[in-house]
C-alpha cells in the first residue's frame, strides 16, 4: 500500500511551467483554502476504508490543487496543500508516516 501512494502522490505533479517555479510564502495567506484543505483531508480520513477510497481521495485532492493553482494562484494551492497535509500530519499521523 504505501509504495502504490507515495507513486501515485508523486506522479500526479503539474506539468513544469513559469507558475509552478514560482516561489511561495511558507506563512500561510489563503486562510480559506488552508481550511478547505483541512476540511478535505478530515473527508479523506473518514472515508478512507481501504487502499482504494485513499487513492482516489488523494487524487481528487492532487486535482484540486491543480485547479485551486489555476484560478487563484499558487499561493492559495500551497495553502490548500499545507491545510491537507497538516491536517492529516496531526490526525492520522500512520497514513502521513507513507505519504508524507
Do not use: P, W
Amino acid at each position: 500500500m504505501s509504495f502504490s501512494i507515495a507513486i501515485l502522490l508523486s506522479s500526479c505533479g503539474g506539468a513544469d511551467n513559469r507558475k509552478s517555479t514560482r516561489k511561495v510564502s511558507t506563512k500561510v495567506h489563503d486562510r480559506k483554502a488552508y481550511a478547505l484543505g483541512e476540511e478535505h483531508a478530515a473527508n479523506l480520513l473518514k472515508s478512507a476504508d481501504d487502499e482504494d477510497s485513499v487513492q482516489e481521495g488523494l487524487l481528487d485532492i492532487r486535482a484540486r490543487i491543480s485547479n485551486i493553482e489555476s484560478n487563484l494562484g499558487r499561493q492559495s494551492a500551497a495553502d490548500y496543500e499545507r491545510g491537507f497535509t497538516d491536517y492529516v500530519r496531526k490526525n492520522c499521523d500512520s497514513l502521513a508516516r507513507i505519504i508524507f
